[in-house]
């Protein structure tokens, strides 16, 4: 029993000490903690509550060329509430609660007031000092909410608490919205202006401590932040945003009238190469609207078709091979070439024509018997003198995707067949972009240099110019200057006797330029339904200042030649152009010879015309004493304007007057009207001259829609 009881008490002493031993152990491990591991132990602990965040930095913004925003970066902010601040007392919080509720509801726009009290009773409750009220607020959300009760006792005080980010818009929306382009860096996704000059748009991010709280969010540790973020530069384009609406609302116009799958128009300053405009439009079937989805004119290489004469045929009268006035046969406009069968839209005269005739009138087998004739022996003459017109290389834009051109070489033994030659000479079998075709038409307009287009004229921060970018000279001589003067002979002859006279008859400007119509190949093969249509030149014709290309692809409602498809759009652009931009500024010989400058205007206000022609600097000889309405005619500078002579007994003709006017006159009548679009009046719904009736509706068409 004895040796029983000193078993247990050896037992009871052991475990006593190994206590002691352990409280011994803690009591050395906190002095040690104490005076030892403290300094690092509590930076650690600091590391863990307080952390660095990045401050995002604002993008900069792109712009066109006279200062209008096409991208910037708006603030958006990300709104929260200190609901459990012990700096707000209850009888404040519960006295203010249903009106901040009330406010915060109506600004937001998304809760009733009664769910976001509900809410806010809750955080407050729940001692939550991080409460979300809203994710993306605007700046004038912002504003309103530091108006409500609570909020209004400022930062701390009322405690809101706000962190700012940006967010990108494009005020002019979807307007050359493909060419500005986007940039998403988790898809690794770099396009247009704002994919090719990130690195100068992104600014550099600031940096700001923040200390965590409950639910494990984290509020700024300091009032002001640690480094202040940096924002981006400012990208200026050559675009003019005017001429970009003038250039999108033709070519949609056409790509809805023709039911086509796609189309682009681009504006280029023949000078410096400024893009001034870029349309590129194609059709999404899942909500049935044409859209800037895929940049068409720099991104698609295609068969260009008719368009390629003009190089073709400058190349054999640079070589000396033809002359302009030479002739040749071409029969009933076909002719066959290793089983193939070249063909005309139609016959041209009586199958006899000259050089001119058959680049005027677009005929594919006088092009082929041109060049046949003049390289058949040496084929690579004419594809080495295409290439030293620079029509192989890329025109080297800093923004993505641009297409690659493709001419093949007779060295390539497997790529070049007996019908190579013929086909080339109008523009297949081989593969150019809309962007580079307009390049090399521009390169003739600026007699003979070719310049490269240009999208970026100068980067600026703050409104300081940081860098500026030079016209780029691609080619400084395509062609001889003596080969350059007939070219623009021949493109001023395709508008006035050739396949565009119907389409630019009646301009009070020189247009030259050259239509096309180029068969899709589909499946490695050629049908009557898939075709480009497109129109390329310059204006005005004698003083070049802007070249411009329209390519619609695929049109499906009958139409598919370059003239009647491509160049209406084309036709609106430069009328709209020339008469906003180019119309007071131009002198004389930029006029067509046979324009009529001493015509008539339409009936118009008196003082009205004297207003204008005071404006303009036009010296004026007034008959006019008690009349109210007056037409003018000019002639040797000098207005003369004269009482309009009307027949109140029948509808007058009120066409080209201005809407005002119109509508004035034609209520003093007793007629009812009915407008359409704005402008002036393009047509009405009743016959001038036909006996008026009063009280009678009349419909007024306007210029535009």
């Given at each position: 029993m004895l040796d029983k009881k000193k078993d247990i008490l050896w037992r009871v002493y052991l475990v006593y000490f190994m206590v002691l031993l352990f409280a011994l152990g803690i009591?050395?491990?906190?002095?040690?903690?104490?005076?030892?591991?403290?300094?690092?132990?509590?930076?650690?602990?600091?590391?863990?509550?307080?952390?660095?965040?990045?401050?995002?930095?604002?993008?900069?913004?792109?712009?066109?060329?006279?200062?209008?925003?096409?991208?910037?970066?708006?603030?958006?902010?990300?709104?929260?509430?200190?609901?459990?601040?012990?700096?707000?007392?209850?009888?404040?919080?519960?006295?203010?609660?249903?009106?901040?509720?009330?406010?915060?509801?109506?600004?937001?726009?998304?809760?009733?007031?009664?769910?976001?009290?509900?809410?806010?009773v809750k955080a407050r409750k729940g001692g939550n000092r991080?409460?979300?009220?809203?994710?993306?607020?605007?700046?004038?959300?912002?504003?309103?909410?530091?108006?409500?009760?609570?909020?209004?006792?400022?930062?701390?005080?009322?405690?809101?608490?706000?962190?700012?980010?940006?967010?990108?818009?494009?005020?002019?929306?979807?307007?050359?919205?493909?060419?500005?382009g986007y940039e998403n860096k988790k898809e690794n996704l770099h396009v247009g202006i704002e994919g090719a000059y990130t690195d100068f748009l992104t600014g550099k991010e600031g940096k700001q401590l923040r200390r965590r709280i409950n639910h494990g969010d984290w509020i700024p540790l300091y009032d002001e932040n640690e480094v202040e973020p940096k924002n981006g530069l400012d990208i200026i384009t050559t675009i003019d945003v005017n001429m970009q609406d003038i250039t999108e609302n033709a070519l949609l116009?056409?790509?809805?009238?023709?039911?086509?799958?796609?189309?682009?128009?681009?504006?280029?300053?023949?000078?410096?190469?400024?893009?001034?405009?870029?349309?590129n439009l194609r059709f999404d079937s899942t909500?049935?609207?044409?859209?800037?989805?895929?940049?068409?004119?720099?991104?698609?290489?295609?068969?260009?078709?008719?368009?390629?004469?003009?190089?073709?045929?400058?190349?054999?009268?640079?070589?000396?091979?033809?002359?302009?006035?030479?002739?040749?046969?071409?029969?009933?406009?076909?002719?066959?070439?290793?089983?193939?069968?070249?063909?005309?839209?139609?016959?041209?005269?009586?199958?006899?024509?000259?050089?001119?005739?058959?680049?005027?009138?677009?005929?594919?087998?006088?092009?082929?018997?041109?060049?046949?004739?003049?390289?058949?022996?040496?084929?690579?003459?004419?594809?080495?003198?295409?290439?030293?017109?620079?029509?192989?290389?890329?025109?080297?834009?800093?923004?993505?995707?641009?297409?690659?051109?493709?001419?093949?070489?007779?060295?390539?033994?497997?790529?070049?067949?007996?019908?190579?030659?013929?086909?080339?000479?109008?523009g297949y079998e081989l593969q150019i972009t809309p962007l580079q075709t307009l390049a090399f038409y521009n390169a003739v307009a600026n007699n003979g240099k070719m310049v490269k287009p240009r999208f970026i004229s100068q980067i600026r921060r703050d409104g300081i110019l940081v860098e500026e970018f030079p016209i780029e000279v691609i080619n400084e001589q395509i062609v001889s200057d003596k080969t350059i003067v007939m070219a623009k002979s021949l493109?001023?002859?395709?508008?006035?006797?050739?396949?565009?006279?119907?389409?630019?008859?009646?301009?009070?400007?020189?247009?030259?330029?050259?239509?096309?119509?180029?068969?899709?190949?589909?499946?490695?093969?050629?049908?009557?339904?898939?075709?480009?249509?497109?129109?390329?030149?310059?204006?005005?014709?004698?003083?070049?200042?802007?070249?411009?290309?329209?390519?619609?692809?695929?049109?499906?409602?009958?139409?598919?030649?370059?003239?009647?498809v491509a160049g209406p759009a084309f036709r609106e652009i430069s009328d709209k152009i020339f008469a906003t931009y180019l119309a007071l500024e131009m002198p004389d010989d930029?006029?067509?010879?046979?324009?009529?400058?001493?015509?008539?205007?339409?009936?118009?206000?008196?003082?009205?015309?004297?207003?204008?022609?005071?404006?303009?600097?036009?010296?004026?000889?007034?008959f006019i004493h008690e009349e109210d309405w007056a037409t003018a005619k000019i002639e040797n500078g000098l207005a003369t304007i004269d009482a309009a002579l009307m027949n109140m007994e029948v509808v007058p003709d009120v066409r080209s007057m201005k809407a005002r006017d119109a509508v004035f006159m034609l209520e003093n009548l007793g007629m009812q009207v009915s407008l359409y679009g704005k402008g002036t009046v393009k047509s009405q719904s009743v016959r001038p001259g036909t006996k008026l009736t009063k009280g009678r509706e009349i419909k007024l068409m306007l210029s535009t829609y």
């Open positions: 009591l050395a491990k906190l002095v040690f903690i104490q005076t030892k591991e403290r300094v690092a132990l509590v930076e650690k602990a600091q590391t863990q509550e307080i952390r660095e965040f990045k401050l995002e930095a604002s993008r900069g913004n792109i712009l066109d060329a006279k200062g209008n925003l096409l991208a910037t970066s708006i603030p958006i902010f990300e709104i929260r509430f200190d609901a459990a601040s012990p700096l707000i007392s209850d009888e404040l919080f519960y006295d203010k609660v249903d009106s901040l509720s009330a406010g915060i509801s109506v600004i937001f726009g998304t809760y009733s007031k009664a769910k976001v009290k509900k809410d806010l991080y409460f979300l009220l809203k994710r993306r607020a605007t700046y004038p959300q912002l504003k309103q909410l530091r108006e409500l009760p609570i909020f209004r006792l400022g930062k701390y005080k009322g405690g809101l608490i706000t962190s700012r980010k940006t967010q990108r818009e494009r005020p002019y929306h979807e307007l050359a919205a493909r060419t500005i116009r056409q790509l809805l009238g023709h039911k086509a799958f796609q189309g682009c128009a681009v504006i280029m300053e023949v000078e410096t190469g400024d893009i001034k405009a870029i349309a909500d049935s609207k044409y859209k800037e989805t895929y940049n068409y004119a720099i991104g698609e290489s295609i068969e260009p078709g008719s368009t390629f004469k003009l190089p073709s045929i400058l190349t054999a009268l640079d070589d000396g091979k033809v002359k302009l006035t030479d002739s040749l046969v071409v029969g009933e406009g076909y002719k066959v070439y290793y089983s193939r069968t070249v063909r005309d839209v139609h016959k041209i005269g009586n199958g006899r024509i000259t050089v001119r005739d058959a680049f005027e009138q677009s005929s594919n087998v006088g092009l082929s018997i041109i060049i046949t004739d003049a390289y058949g022996e040496n084929p690579a003459d004419f594809v080495d003198k295409l290439y030293s017109m620079s029509l192989n290389k890329p025109l080297g834009f800093k923004i993505l995707g641009e297409g690659k051109p493709y001419i093949k070489h007779p060295s390539n033994k497997k790529l070049w067949y007996g019908t190579s030659l013929p086909w080339m000479s109008f493109l001023e002859g395709v508008v006035e006797n050739g396949t565009g006279k119907y389409t630019f008859r009646n301009t009070p400007y020189k247009v030259a330029g050259k239509t096309g119509t180029a068969q899709i190949s589909v499946d490695g093969g050629y049908n009557k339904t898939n075709y480009n249509s497109s129109f390329v030149g310059y204006f005005p014709a004698n003083r070049p200042k802007y070249s411009c290309i329209v390519v619609i692809n695929n049109p499906s409602s009958g139409k598919i030649y370059g003239g009647s930029s006029l067509k010879e046979d324009a009529d400058l001493t015509q008539q205007t339409a009936v118009c206000w008196h003082n009205d015309i004297k207003t204008i022609y005071s404006f303009l600097g036009i010296k004026t000889q007034d």
